[in-house]
């Protein structure tokens, strides 16, 4: 892949396409404890932990706010902490322009050429897209990866499932075909906030470990897929290509008017519908 600035194409349409597959059922219960879960875990994302970037075409069906979505994606996203994400209609402008480094996002609607400024990732994705992924989740999502955070404890449930579960509380699904197959990393659970909590399923491992579809779907306050309910199929994965320092820029146009967060949440391409 060429250094120029990665795209981030969404078409949106108001469809009744499939959501694709399903959920799946994930075991539940207190299980019980299992010494070998850290193991088991370092098996499952060696490949992912070792990806410092990644670019890909992403093709996404699903919902989101209220609103069906069908569309293709170009997301590129640095280990970093950095993000650059262009959402391209068809035809003339892109929808939006996002970059996100480190903790700082800020986001420019070309065709309205408002901008929202210094803004907490998370936050300003979820303002414009219905979606609340900051950089670092972006990476976890499309990578099929874990958290690197220090594990609070293990569990079994049957001999080929294990949970894992970080000290903040989210939880990484790991299962294995028979007892001599390897352990792989099929879901996790974020809970960066009782109503922002969401889930993340990876299928279809590729050659790499890396996952070719992923169904990512909100969970908060138990209800799967209420705020929004998306299936990604990756194509053109490339891996630990440099990215170059402009790729993150943030340009404004001298002309663009600034807006704030709530207006975004309004007038964003996936703002929620009106009740």
């Known amino acids: 892949m060429s250094r120029r600035a990665p795209r981030f194409v969404l078409l949106l349409a108001l469809i009744s396409a499939s959501c694709g597959a399903p959920l799946m059922r994930l075991p539940s219960g207190p299980g019980e404890a299992a010494p070998d879960t850290t193991d088991a875990l370092a098996q499952a994302t060696r490949a992912c932990q070792a990806v410092r970037t990644i670019t890909a075409e992403v093709a996404v069906t699903g919902s989101a706010n209220g609103r069906r979505v069908r569309g293709r994606l170009s997301a590129g996203v640095a ?14 402008a892109p929808l939006f322009i996002f970059v996100a480094t480190g903790g700082d996002a800020s986001l420019l609607l070309s065709r309205e050429n408002k901008v929202f400024e210094h803004g907490h990732p998370d936050t300003v994705l979820e303002a414009a897209a219905g979606v609340p992924l900051g950089a670092e989740d972006l ?4 990578t099929g990866c874990s958290p690197s955070e220090v594990l609070r404890d293990g569990r079994r449930t049957g001999s080929d ?31 960066a906030s009782a109503d922002r909590a969401w889930r993340a399923e990876f299928r279809e491992p590729r050659s790499d470990g890396l996952p070719r579809s992923i169904h990512v779907a ?3 306050a138990g209800r799967i897929g209420a705020a929004f309910d998306l299936q990604l199929v990756l194509s053109q ?39």
């Open 139 to 142: 990476l976890r999502v499309l």
């Open 79 to 92: 280990a970093s902490g950095s993000a650059r994400l262009e959402a391209v209609a068809p035809f003339g």
């Open 237 to 275: 994965v490339e891996t630990n290509v440099p990215l170059a320092a402009e790729v993150f820029t943030f340009r404004v146009p001298a002309s663009a008017s600034r807006m704030t967060l709530d207006e975004l949440r309004q007038t964003g391409p996936l703002a929620a519908k009106s009740k």
């Open 218 to 220: 909100s969970v908060a």
């Open 161 to 191: 499932w294990r949970i894992a579960t970080t000290m903040s509380g989210d939880d990484m699904y790991l299962r294995r075909d028979s007892g001599s197959a390897p352990w792989r990393l099929v879901a996790i659970v974020r809970r």
